[in-house]
């Protein structure tokens, strides 16, 4: 039966990926990948021969209608991303929208993501949360930050590593230098770390250590008021014992 297949690939490790992306990514008739060289050498590691095909985001506006016609002609079609969920701060939502918008049916298999390893080892709540993704580089950077400065959900972003320290010191001129923060980098990678602290430790940290890799910053939501009055209450408590 003729469909798009989402393929989550590994974010680092070659070896998270499930049996089921596995065998569909054998038995499509195409692959769509968003650096052919790249997910080549995931093809190789897991001994599938298929041509690849590029779906970037240089191109997806106008691939996106040739491929739902191939999918209608009647073929079977997986697309997947350099590492993680296509989709998610990758290609794939205009090729998706195009095959939902025609009646293509669309299967998305579960997989790796950087967000929830990142999201669960920070020790912040994770039970609901806010995923931001890159954040704008440049016009409307400092605004989206302003806004998410009353976000009581703890909240998940992507970096460059060539961005990392202007980030956090973003994040301490927002949030404040107390605001707890973690960041994983390499994840799942052999020089796999995370450091946790304040916004402002956190910052000194990495000022101190280049950062390299690729990073996930999780920031801790604003604490809700009652919370903050409560720990303000109980601190003058203990200082006066």
Known sequence: MSKLYIVPTPIGNLDDITL????????VDLILA?????????LRHLGIEKRLHAHHKFNEHATAAVVAETI???????????????????????????CVEQGIEVETLPGATACIPALVQSGFPCDRFCFEG????????????????????TMVFYESPYRVVKCLEQFVETFGAERPVSVSRELTKKFEQTVRGTA????????????RGEFVLVVAGRPKAGKARRDESENEEYDER
């Open 20 to 27: 089921r992306a596995v065998r569909v990514l054998r038995e």
């Open 34 to 42: 968003e650096d052919t060289r790249t997910s080549s050498v995931l």
């Open 72 to 98: 209608a002609a009647g073929r079977t079609v997986a697309l997947i991303s350099d590492a993680g969920t296509p989709g998610i701060s990758d290609p794939g939502f205009l090729l998706v929208r195009t």
């Open 134 to 153: 890159f954040l704008p580089q440049k016009k409307g950077r400092n605004k989206r930050l302003q806004e998410l400065a009353s976000e009581e959900r």
């Open 200 to 211: 402002g430790e956190v910052l000194e940290h990495f000022r101190r250590t280049e950062p």
